[in-house]
Nanobody, 126 residues
């Protein structure tokens, strides 16, 4: 499956953005889908993930309560809705997917994801 992330941009602190990850070459609904981000000079970190069946989601503590993930099976997309954005949310955001199955339904470990999109840049100004 090939992944294409979009929706990044420049937004003021407190604002919202919606990122979308579109999959081609496969049914995205069969994949656990995750979002990760990488700020300049930092490691790529986990943001959120949704199970292949869509019923389980998990988020990093830093974004919990502000970010949500939704899956549109008909469009073959997984979206990341980001609200109440902070300057520390500034990063390149990557969507990722895996066919692996997990006992908890999801995984926050980037090494479990074998398919990656190209990244979309999010800048939050203060």
């Amino acid at each position: 499956v090939q992944l294409q992330a979009s929706g990044g941009g420049l937004v003021q602190a407190g604002g919202s953005l919606r990122l979308s990850c579109a999959a081609s070459g496969g049914r995205f609904s069969l994949y656990t889908a995750g979002w990760f981000r990488q700020a300049p000079g930092k490691e790529r970190e986990f943001v959120g993930v949704t199970s292949w069946a869509g019923g389980i989601t998990s988020f990093a503590d830093s974004v919990k309560g502000r970010f949500t993930i939704s899956r549109d099976t008909a469009k073959n997309t997984v979206d990341l809705q980001m609200n109440s954005l902070k300057p520390e949310d500034t990063a390149v955001y990557y969507c990722a997917a895996t066919r692996k199955r997990f006992s908890t339904g999801v995984s926050p470990n980037r090494n479990d994801f074998g398919y990656w999109g190209q990244g979309t840049e999010v800048t939050v100004s203060s």
